[in-house]
Nanobody
């Protein structure tokens, strides 16, 4: 049974930092592309960042470039999202996702290419 468990969300003031973690079990983690998405009420879930299995391909949505960093520790089956210089518009539920067997570079931002999803963790940035 595949499980993705996010942690690290919370309430932070604008300009602050949070580090999200996603612990994976039940899949061949080291071969999977891992991604972070976020969603606010009434909006579609949007791509934030993704990293391939060996970290050679990394992608970010434009609004987080230079502020967020995605990384992974394959020995611990964990992917991270370091979020710095947070803004109120970063407020959302953040979801971890896994693409079994990998995802091509052109498809990293496509929700339907990810096979497994976590339950999400709330991030709230106050102004």
């Amino acid at each position: 049974q595949v499980q993705l468990l996010e942690s690290g969300g919370g309430l932070v003031q604008a300009g602050g930092s949070l580090r999200l973690s996603c612990a994976a079990s039940g899949l061949t983690f080291a071969r999977d592309t891992m991604g972070w998405f976020r969603q606010t009420p009434g909006k579609e879930r949007e791509f934030v960042a993704a990293i391939d299995w060996f970290g050679g391909r990394i992608a970010y949505t434009d609004s987080v470039k230079g502020r967020f960093t995605i990384s992974r520790d394959n020995a611990k089956n964990t992917v991270f999202l370091q979020m710095n210089s947070l803004k109120p518009e970063d407020t959302a539920v953040y979801y971890c996702a896994a693409g079994a067997g990998g995802i091509s570079t052109s498809q990293l931002a496509q929700r339907d290419k990810y096979d497994y999803w976590g339950q999400g963790t709330q991030v709230t940035v106050s102004s």
